[in-house]
C-alpha cells in the first residue's frame, strides 16, 4: 500500500475504535394533583398533559395523538448507514485537502480547486440532508467514484 492510501484509508481504523457517547436519560417529573374547585370536580386531568381529549381512548393509534410515527428498524439501519458513509466521505476529503495543501506547484491547483469545490457541495448536502434523502446513495456512489479519481490522479503526479 502507497503511503498515500494509507494516509487516505487510516481514518476508517481510528473510526472503528471511537463508540458514541451515551446519552443520560431525563427524569420524568409528574405535577402533583390540584385542589378540587368550588364546583367540586377535580380540576386535575392527567390526559391534558398528554395532549389527548377527556375522553380518549388508550388503544388510540399514537400517530393521532401528535406522537412521532414509528420508523421501521430496516429503515433506520438504512439511514444510521449512509450517515455513516457520508462521515467517512468528509473525513477523506478533508484529508485529501490536507495532503493537498503541502503541494506548491501548478499541476495540483487543479486538483485542489476540483477538491475545495466537492467539500462545498458536500457541505450544502449535510445542510439540506432531508432535501436530498431520495438521492442519498447517488450521492455516496459519486463520491466515492470522485475520490478515486482524486487518489489515482495524485498518484500519476506525485
Known sequence: MTKKNRILW???EQEDETSPPQQPQQPVQTQPPQQPDSSGADAYDPNAEQG????GDPNADPNAMGAEPVEDPAVRIQKIGRIF????IFTRLITVQNYLMEFSDDKFDEMKTSVDEALELFHIVSININTYSEELDEI????YKFLTDVVKKLESLA
Do not use: F, S
Not at 458513509?85 to 467517512?88: F, G, I, N, P, T
Open 140 to 143: 455516496i456512489v459519486n463520491y
Open 52 to 55: 389527548g381529549d377527556t375522553y
Open 85 to 88: 458513509e457520508l462521515k467517512k
Open 10 to 12: 487510516e481514518v476508517d
